[in-house]
Nanobody, 124 residues
């Protein structure tokens, strides 16, 4: 049974930082591209960042470029999202997702597995 478990969310002031983690089990982690998505109140789930199996290819949505960094540790089956210079508009539930293969899609429907999400709240 595949499980993705996010952690690291919380309440932070604008300009602060958080590091999200997503621990994966039940799959061959190094065979999967990993992505982070978020859903703000009243909005659809949107793509944030993705990383290929080796970490050699990374893609970000424009609104987080230069502030967020995605990385992965294949030895520990974990993907991370380091979030710096946080803004109130970054407030959302953040989800990690896994997709078998080499592509880095931005569409949520192209991912195979999802975590339950972790809340990030940025106060102004």
């Amino acid at each position: 049974q595949v499980q993705l478990v996010e952690s690291g969310g919380g309440l932070v002031q604008a300009g602060g930082s958080l590091r999200l983690s997503c621990a994966a089990s039940g799959l061959t982690f190094s065979s999967y591209a990993m992505g982070w998505f978020r859903r703000a109140p009243g909005k659809d789930r949107e793509f944030v960042a993705a990383i290929n199996w080796s970490g050699g290819y990374i893609y970000y949505t424009d609104s987080v470029k230069g502030r967020f960094t995605i990385s992965r540790d294949n030895a520990n089956n974990t993907v991370y999202l380091q979030m710096n210079s946080l803004k109130p508009e970054d407030t959302a539930v953040y989800y990690c997702a896994a997709r078998r293969g080499v592509l880095l899609p931005t569409e949520r429907g192209r991912y195979d597995y999802w975590g339950q999400g972790t809340q990030v709240t940025v106060s102004s």
